[in-house]
């Protein structure tokens, strides 16, 4: 208890401080600190025996210090300690404490090189309340985390920055291997005549300690954007994403990567030429995927509301024995009209596409033909009612590798290859403004039906709802939704979410928030997770106050598992001037 008597004095010594200072960039070097105070209260039943009831309480300590080398533009550097305190009643968790420091420098932040660097290491120390070997499962001992950033605004390699970050952790069994997350970015931006470029390569790296887990990610980043002529312009955006994964002793790899590119000629009475290439790609250990689709559009203004536009397109794609060619052609027609009070947009198409399959041991050919139609009718104006009504439907629409069908747990995994698809949409919004007042509210339903080589089809229905009000200090938002899955098995997965928050004074803000997530999957349990929490912040001065009340339950199979809880943190802010300054001065004035 003793700790805990100086942690209160120190809380109690925050009314002597001045209030709060800020640091400045002319040269003066200052000080900063945190005080804070927290308690987290649990309890856990399970069918309505209670598991575990605890209490947790830690006492929270940063100091920081921010100064500058010799001038503000050449170098400035931040010291900072921080410390930990917390005490465990009614379970079997140790009580622990935590150290640790962090030191930041930047170097000619304003300069055409600026360079940040930053290394930060904590050490855990733990009370433990009895001599079992497992009670030090999971437990860390060091956290040491270090960086360096650079950015280039001149120079040859101008618009390039550079970034490496690694964080590694240690634990008290020395049967547990350490944990490491490293972070690596090469991002480049630039542009030459009329052309916009921009590529990024990123890295991320994570290596866990008790289950023997690894992954390795690379993900590549192009984009080109902008006009070869008056006449011409180029757009190209594509992403590689590389995945390298360890368990145990078995090891795999994983490849997706898309590539767009188009080319748009813009005639002499403003109809466009359209020239289009589509690449895919998808690799794992059991198959390799590819697409390269190339095709041709011609928007034709026939007259002022009325546009033409003939495609014609080819698709190749090659999957292990398998061998897909699919020619397209097709017209579409779009008509858009406004008037007095509404507006109103009306589209259609129809092609035809020749699927030829091959693979080893037999051919198949079948001719598709496919139709699109749409429409979107709005009316009112934000200030009375804005109405908008949006419906779309088409059939036996071509697609290829690499365009997701659904976020199902289990379906859409294996459809990375062509295949024909059945949509429908229908979207109704409504948005109204008055005066500091706004409701925004849409219902949307969608169905998608995919059919693939060798591959059961798939149905999935879509419902969302959305709602969206603010005004003076006042906010709520409702989403819902449902999707429903149907192949070889079905699955459903729903979700309600709703969140209210109110501001009746300037320091002092209220926040209710409640989810319900339900999940049918056929490969894993069913699940029901119900979440309800309310928050409650007062700032004043340099003190804060955070209350929170949450009850969570989970149904797994039947099994109901209920934790509540409360928080309750006291915070205090403080800052001031150190007697430095690092700047030339000429009659007490810094330069």
Known sequence: MRRWGVALLLVG????????????????????????????????????????????????????????????????????????????????????????????????????????FFLSHSRYGYVLNSDDPLATTGLADATTSWGARVRFRGGIFRGLSASTQRTDTSFI????????FIHQYLDWSGSSARINHHYRLERQYRRYGRTRYTTDDYTLTVDEHGLLSDS??????????????????????????????????????????????????????????????????????????????????????????????????????????????????????????????????????????????????????????????????????????GDALVELPDLGTEYERVGIHDGARARVTLRRRFRRWHLSTYLEHRRRKQESFQIVPVTVDSDILDVTLTGPRVGCTIDAGKTTGRSEIRQNVRFFAASVHWAPLRFLTLR???????????????????????????????YALLAQLWDQTETVEGSRRRTRGALLAVTARFAGWLPFVSAPQRRGTIR
């Open 13 to 116: 010594a925050t009314f002597l401080v001045p209030r709060n200072a800020a640091g400045q960039l002319f040269g003066q070097w200052s000080w900063d600190a945190l005080l804070g105070l927290q308690q987290r209260s649990f309890l856990t039943e399970i069918e309505g025996r209670a598991l575990t009831d605890y209490t947790e309480r830690s006492f929270r300590l940063n100091l920081g210090m921010n100064g500058f080398i010799i001038h503000p533009a050449i170098a400035r550097f931040r010291l900072g300690l921080d410390g930990l305190l917390s005490n465990y009643s009614g379970t079997t968790a140790p009580d622990n404490n935590r150290l640790g420091f962090r030191v930041q420098l930047a170097l000619l932040p304003f300069g055409l090189y600026p360079s940040h």
């Open 173 to 180: 069994d020395p049967k547990v291997r350490d944990e490491a």
């Open 232 to 401: 011409w312009r180029w757009d190209l955006s594509g992403i590689g994403f590389h995945r390298s994964f360890d368990y145990e002793d078995t090891s795999n790899t994983v490849d997706t990567a898309r590539l767009r590119s188009r080319f748009v000629y813009t005639t002499p009475r403003s109809d466009l030429v359209d020239l289009s290439y589509t690449g895919g790609l998808s690799r794992n250990a059991e198959r390799t995927t590819t697409t390269n689709t190339v095709a041709a559009r011609y928007v034709w203004h026939a007259v002022s509301a009325v546009q033409v536009i003939p495609t014609a397109s080819y698709t190749l794609q090659q999957g292990g024995d398998t061998t897909v060619k699919a020619p397209t052609a097709g017209v579409s027609v779009s008509w858009n009209r406004a008037g007095e009070g509404y507006d109103l947009s009306l589209n259609g198409g129809l092609s035809s596409s020749r699927i030829d399959t091959s693979w080893d041991g037999g051919s198949q050919r079948t001719t598709v033909v496919a139709w699109s139609a749409g429409g979107t009718l709005g009316t009112g104006s934000e200030e009375r009612l804005r109405a908008e009504l949006d419906l779309a439907v088409a059939h036996n629409e071509l697609r290829t590798v």
């Open 512 to 542: 209710v928030n409640y989810n319900d997530n339900v999940s049918e999957v056929s490969q894993g349990p069913d699940v029901d997770r119900r979440r309800i929490e309310g928050t409650a912040q007062l700032h004043f001065g340099r």
